[in-house]
């Protein structure tokens, strides 16, 4: 049995540098609920804010040092592909907790635990980039997915952001049970010896015909389990309520971060798990991205509120980044989406900037409330009108760099139908877009708004230089893009 | 005296499972919610008899403590705190007898198409196993605590402590969404 407790502790020495950001993240985010929650007094807690930001700066540096390889009997895996999705997922967390601040002091509702359970997703999220096997990939996803559902419904006080964390915890827990239940299949058909993705591809190469429904309907389910994560359509019900009903920072969060982790995990899933059955799932999956790319952009012509127009916005911009992963080539693929996820999260966290800043006290997220912006706020109504170019895809803003790689993409891989799909609704997406910078510059302005200066001022400012340089930096981010690579 | 002795032994197992259908009927019978939770107990704690007389030592143990320990706690404490009436109690309770019937019928009919091969058909030529390789690998561990803990600290080591945070997060969401007061 010394041989054994050996083996497992050479294992282990063997395999944690590979996960020391989350580590990190793990024992920092507890210490700071015990006994780190004790140092601050009931009006210090906005200190958590800059406390974060440094873990994550930490964070973001430890990422980088870490070796590649593979470990915990080949359950996580650190390549190219995991540390590029892991800076997206620390870059669009540090922006939601800069926007955080002003906006819970101004509700009173700073707490250590917000920031905390930001961190704890953020090691899911992590683990989810690198996750090589199913089994981690479910943990990982529930480990992130739980601590939204509780920052969902954050604000208990208001009935819209229980109900809104409520509806995304019940879809949220169906949809992990109808991925659990797809893994088994999988796992069943591929001859119950292992859940390791690379294992899987091989097993299920050597199949028997009889088989192929086991693997179909098991490969569909394990689909529709990562659709509803990354919401599209049709698995996207619950996103446009959960959106409107979160603390804004949330939305932000969650229209960013969770996202590229499960981007990552779609990516490497289906690229290498199930590359070898591509023929069951391409076609569904099609219908899936092209679905998600009509009804996003049509769904958001009609809305009234800011909020819900770009949680269909972010349908929609799914929908674009699904054509990565039905890339027949997974690296390429792998590439375009993560160019094409930086790129929205920083225009869509600096979209998102500007409407907390002119939230006030909580209110006024009406796209209404924009009337006359460009007269009251002359720069933060150029910003705003940079942002939504920027997210309809309008040259030159970096936008439209990201959302070119992507077609040029789609197009060489033979999906030419899905791309001019893609890029009508682009159109489509540019009239409501547009209609927001209408009501900024040519409608009068009404009442008096009460902007709260913040973090959201520097968030505004950054993202707004970056979205109008972005192109020109376009060979080094193609250049960092190369990066992403896996095997 | 030793020859009784030896049969009772043998019979271990349908010994407990008698007794642990004697404790669940009185558990669905008995009119006292605080009965039939201790009708709960002695079922639980019967099945884990079970499991120790096939030799299941770590997952008996884990049935007295989870079931017989947590859970009878737990459901203790909502029928205390909950504190019904007997009449409402009445009232409750055989509301259901109609749907329970339908429920225990179907439930019949679909354990007998599932099993009815299993119950009355002929025997196996040899033993159902899963997984050959993994049966070979619980013997060579010996015991089954070893290869429990195999299984959670060399294979699934990750995913455990993945899990591990998701209850310290699902305990942070509890106080986060429940305390009184904030700042």
């Not at chain 1, 109808?178 to 292992?194: E, K, P, Q």
């Not at chain 1, 600096?350 to 006030?360: C, M, R, S």
Request: proline share 3%; net charge neutral.
């Amino acid at each position: 049995m010394t041989g054994f407790a050996q083996g497992l502790l050479t294992a282990l020495l063997r395999d944690t540098p590979l996960i020391t950001p989350q580590l990190f993240l793990m024992t920092v985010a507890t210490l700071m609920l015990w006994p780190g929650d004790l140092f601050f007094n009931r009006n210090e807690k906005h200190k958590w804010a800059p406390i974060t930001l440094v873990i994550l700066a930490i964070t973001a540096f430890l990422v980088t040092k870490v070796p590649d390889g593979e470990g915990f009997s080949r359950m996580f895996r650190m390549d190219g592909l995991t540390r590029g999705f892991q800076m997206l997922c620390i870059l669009a967390s540090a922006g939601a907790v800069t926007l955080s601040v002003k906006l819970l002091d101004s509700l009173k509702q700073q707490t250590v635990e917000y920031y905390a359970l930001i961190l704890f997703s953020l090691a899911g999220m992590l683990f989810l980039c690198g996750a090589s096997d199913l089994i981690s990939v479910y943990f990982s996803i529930e480990l992130m997915a739980i601590c939204i559902y509780i920052l969902v419904a954050y604000l208990r006080d208001r009935a819209t952001s229980v109900e809104a964390g409520m509806k995304y915890f019940l879809l949220g827990a169906f949809s992990s049970g109808i991925l659990v239940y797809g893994i088994s299949l999988v796992y069943g058909a591929a001859g119950g010896v292992s859940t390791n993705l690379v294992d899987i591809n091989q097993a299920l190469a050597l199949t028997p015909t009889t088989s192929n429904l086991l693997v179909y309907a098991g490969v569909l389910m394990v689909l529709v389990g990562m659709a509803f994560k990354v919401a599209a359509v049709p698995f996207h019900m619950w996103a446009p309520d959960a959106y409107e009903g979160a603390p804004t920072p949330i939305t932000a969060f969650m229209a960013t971060a969770p996202k590229a982790a499960a981007l990552a995990a779609f990516l490497r899933v289906f690229g290498t798990g199930f590359h070898g059955v591509s023929s069951d799932w391409v076609l569904p999956l099609c219908y899936i991205a092209g679905a998600s790319m009509i009804l996003g952009n049509v769904a958001a012509v009609r809305q009234e509120s800011m909020k819900r127009l770009l949680a269909y916005s972010s349908i929609a911009h799914v929908g674009y980044m699904l054509l990565g992963v039905l890339s027949g080539d997974p690296k390429a693929g792998a590439q375009a989406v993560w160019l094409y996820m930086l790129i929205y999260i920083v225009m869509n966290t600096g979209a998102f900037a500007v409407v907390i800043y002119l939230q006030g006290k909580g209110e006024g997220e009406r796209i209404e409330d924009f009337k006359g912006l460009g007269r009251k706020h002359p720069v933060l109504a150029f910003a705003m009108m940079i942002f939504l170019l920027s997210l309809a895809g309008i040259p030159p803003l970096v936008g439209f760099f990201g959302k070119f790689y992507l077609f040029k993409l789609a197009i060489e891989q033979g999906y030419v139908t899905l791309t001019v799909i893609a890029l009508l609704t682009s159109a489509v997406s540019a009239y409501y877009y547009l209609g927001v910078v209408n009501q900024m510059y040519f409608k009068e302005p009404e009442g008096e708004a009460a902007p709260m200066g913040s973090g959201s001022v520097f968030i505004v400012a950054l993202a707004c230089i970056l979205v109008l340089v972005g192109t020109a930096f376009g060979p080094w981010l193609l250049d960092w893009a190369g990066k992403i690579f896996w095997v | 005296m030793e020859h009784f002795i030896q049969t009772i032994g043998r019979n271990m197992f349908a010994i407990f499972g008698v007794m642990a259908l004697g404790g669940a009927a009185f558990m669905i019978a008995s009119r006292s919610a605080v009965h039939s939770v201790l009708g709960f107990l002695f079922a639980m704690l019967c099945i884990a008899g079970c499991f120790l007389s096939l030799e299941a030592e770590f997952l008996g143990m884990a049935q007295i403590l989870v079931y017989a320990g947590g859970i009878v706690v737990l459901f203790l404490f909502v029928v205390m705190l909950v504190e019904m009436s007997k009449k409402k109690e009445k009232e409750v309770f055989q509301l259901q007898s109609r749907y329970a019937v339908v429920a225990v019928l179907l439930g019949a009919a679909l354990f007998l198409g599932v099993f009815r091969k299993v119950l009355f058909g002929a025997a196996s030529p040899e033993a159902l196993v899963l997984r050959p390789e993994l049966a070979q690998g619980l013997n060579v561990a010996g015991q089954n605590a070893q290869a429990v803990s195999r299984g959670l600290f060399a294979d699934y080591l990750l995913p455990f402590e993945i899990l591990s945070v998701i209850l310290l997060v699902a305990l942070v969401g509890a106080v986060v969404l429940a305390k009184t007061e904030r700042v």
